[in-house]
């Protein structure tokens, strides 16, 4: 017989893994929620013609598409399926694919819903998105997006709040991070004073590798793009810029300032690091001209939040983008979101062991029983037990003892009750602490103060 198995780039998660997920997924919804942000879901699967096109040709090709149910094939005719045309037979035989990530769903709900709902709309959703990737390291075919959005107000305060949450939400989970921000705005900027408008993606694609292959490979990908040496001059002193955030800010006005755009994006981060400054937000904050993510997408802020103790990608990024629902006919609707990498996150927090050690003790007493009698004799201090919101359970039936231990043991159960007849005839329990070894004979009241 064949061995059960899932499809590449998927994962099972065991009780263990999930009390670990759970721990990252409550930390964040609690913070979201102590900002007024709530949350939504949509379908697994929406319309293709939902989804396609919305992710530039190599997405669409990274969907993943439904067949049709029932006779999909009924729709064809025999040319078209020796015409061997894969594109046009998808067409015909799915209607609707598996999402891709949270946004496009997000923009067709606002547009759906657009009179059910009060603007500025303050939404969270936390749901798997599905992609036809090659599986490798960190990157799977199915994973969790986390993502909040505020749309319909243009204020930077959300700017403010979004950096406020990350904050909040890395002190929680006790993560060192930086936070990097950059601005659309000081992008067109810079392509607008250089004299290279219309290159502004390629230019912008090159900055991005600083970090990986240092100023001296990224002006030569900006020479072989047909980016004149003029321009490239004019870049350097933009491309080594340093010291502190405000003097970056200071020297970019200098460079900026025959750009009104330029400096439109300066003055949004001056404001966005005053807010932050006077609202004693304790990430570190950096100001990087090499963050360009997300450029045909973002017309504003570009946020990224990178781990400073394990080496991984960002573990958050997102932005400020003009348009969203643009693309299903309703305009000029503005918001800013970010995502958290909940993927990630879990393995920053596997590499650095920073769960809190109570996780995986979800059951807080084990009743081990000898008999019938004693299991009847458990079963009304486990209702009181559990009315009190502790977690509690009993063996189902008499085994061994040793059997009954071990079982704890494996689910790391703190506290077991043993129940036999003496314990019966006086009304009591013994409560063994399995990490001390050390027993009490006790009253439920006694148990109840023990485990509270």
Not at 150 to 156: A, D, E, F, I, R
């Given at each position: 017989?064949?061995?059960?198995?899932?499809p590449?780039?998927?994962?099972?998660?065991t009780?263990?893994?999930?009390?670990?997920?759970?721990?990252?997924?409550?930390?964040?919804?609690?913070v979201?929620?102590?900002?007024?942000?709530?949350?939504?879901?949509?379908?697994?699967?929406?319309?293709?013609?939902?989804l396609?096109?919305?992710?530039?040709?190599?997405?669409?090709?990274?969907?993943?598409?439904?067949?049709?149910?029932?006779?999909?094939?009924?729709?064809?005719?025999?040319?078209?399926?020796?015409?061997?045309?894969?594109?046009?037979?998808?067409?015909?035989?799915?209607?609707?694919?598996?999402?891709?990530?949270?946004?496009?769903?997000?923009a067709?709900?606002?547009?759906?819903?657009?009179?059910?709902?009060?603007f500025p709309?303050?939404?969270?959703?936390?749901?798997?998105?599905?992609?036809?990737?090659?599986p490798?390291?960190?990157?799977?075919r199915?994973?969790?997006?986390c993502?909040?959005?505020?749309?319909?107000?243009?204020?930077?305060?959300?700017?403010?709040?979004?950096?406020?949450?990350?904050?909040?939400?890395?002190?929680?989970?006790?993560?060192?991070?930086?936070?990097?921000?950059?601005?659309?705005?000081?992008?067109?900027?810079?392509a607008?004073?250089?004299?290279?408008?219309?290159?502004?993606?390629?230019?912008?694609?090159?900055?991005?590798?600083?970090?990986?292959?240092g100023?001296?490979?990224?002006?030569?990908?900006?020479?072989?793009?047909?980016?004149?040496?003029?321009a490239?001059?004019?870049?350097?002193?933009?491309?080594?810029?340093?010291?502190?955030?405000?003097?970056?800010?200071?020297?970019?006005?200098?460079?900026?300032?025959?750009s009104?755009?330029?400096?439109?994006?300066?003055?949004?981060?001056?404001?966005?690091?005053?807010?932050?400054?006077?609202?004693?937000?304790?990430?570190?904050?950096?100001?990087?001209?090499?963050?360009?993510?997300?450029?045909?997408?973002?017309?504003?802020?570009?946020?990224?939040?990178?781990?400073?103790?394990?080496?991984i990608?960002?573990?958050?990024?997102?932005?400020?983008?003009?348009?969203?629902?643009?693309?299903?006919?309703?305009?000029?609707?503005?918001?800013?979101?970010?995502?958290?990498?909940?993927?990630?996150?879990?393995?920053?927090?596997?590499q650095?062991?920073?769960y809190?050690?109570?996780l995986?003790?979800?059951?807080?007493?084990?009743?081990?029983?000898?008999?019938?009698?004693?299991?009847?004799?458990?079963?009304?201090?486990?209702?009181?037990?559990?009315?009190?919101?502790?977690?509690?359970?009993?063996?189902?039936?008499?085994?061994?003892?040793?059997?009954?231990?071990?079982?704890?043991?494996?689910?790391?159960?703190?506290?077991?009750?043993?129940?036999?007849e003496?314990?019966?005839?006086?009304?009591?329990?013994?409560?063994?602490?399995?990490?001390?070894?050390?027993?009490?004979?006790?009253?439920?009241?006694?148990?109840?103060?023990?485990?509270?």
């Amino acid at each position: 017989m064949q061995k059960p198995s899932i499809p590449k780039g998927t994962r099972d998660f065991t009780p263990a893994e999930m009390a670990n997920r759970n721990y990252i997924f409550n930390t964040i919804k609690d913070v979201f929620r102590l900002y007024g942000f709530q949350q939504i879901e949509t379908p697994a699967m929406e319309n293709l013609s939902t989804l396609m096109g919305k992710y530039g040709e190599e997405g669409d090709k990274l969907l993943f598409k439904i067949l049709n149910s029932g006779d999909f094939i009924s729709g064809t005719n025999d040319a078209e399926l020796l015409g061997r045309n894969s594109i046009k037979l998808t067409n015909k035989f799915s209607e609707k694919g598996l999402r891709y990530d949270l946004t496009v769903p997000f923009a067709r709900f606002v547009v759906q819903h657009q009179n059910e709902i009060s603007f500025p709309f303050k939404r969270y959703q936390i749901q798997p998105v599905w992609r036809a990737d090659r599986p490798q390291k960190g990157r799977y075919r199915e994973f969790y997006q986390c993502d909040v959005d505020v749309v319909g107000s243009n204020s930077l305060l959300n700017e403010l709040e979004l950096i406020q949450i990350v904050d909040e939400v890395y002190h929680r989970l006790n993560i060192n991070v930086v936070i990097k921000i950059n601005n659309r705005k000081i992008l067109s900027g810079i392509a607008e004073i250089i004299g290279e408008a219309e290159k502004i993606t390629d230019i912008t694609v090159a900055i991005d590798k600083m970090d990986k292959i240092g100023l001296e490979k990224v002006n030569e990908e900006i020479a072989s793009k047909g980016i004149s040496e003029e321009a490239i001059a004019k870049l350097q002193p933009i491309l080594k810029l340093n010291g502190t955030n405000a003097e970056k800010l200071g020297q970019l006005k200098t460079v900026l300032a025959a750009s009104e755009v330029g400096l439109k994006g300066v003055s949004e981060l001056e404001t966005i690091f005053g807010l932050c400054e006077m609202m004693k937000v304790q990430t570190q904050m950096e100001l990087d001209l090499t963050l360009a993510r997300g450029l045909n997408y973002y017309t504003g802020a570009i946020f990224e939040v990178k781990a400073l103790d394990v080496e991984i990608g960002s573990i958050t990024g997102g932005g400020r983008y003009d348009n969203l629902t643009g693309v299903f006919g309703m305009e000029g609707v503005s918001g800013v979101g970010i995502s958290f990498g909940a993927d990630r996150i879990y393995d920053v927090l596997n590499q650095l062991d920073l769960y809190p050690e109570t996780l995986t003790e979800q059951t807080k007493i084990l009743f081990v029983s000898f008999g019938e009698k004693e299991l009847l004799y458990c079963l009304p201090w486990l209702s009181a037990l559990r009315q009190t919101g502790i977690n509690a359970e009993i063996y189902p039936e008499p085994a061994k003892m040793k059997k009954q231990m071990s079982y704890a043991d494996n689910k790391k159960i703190p506290f077991v009750a043993i129940v036999g007849e003496t314990e019966m005839s006086e009304g009591k329990v013994m409560l063994k602490n399995m990490k001390s070894g050390e027993q009490s004979l006790v009253s439920l009241e006694e148990v109840l103060e023990k485990l509270n």
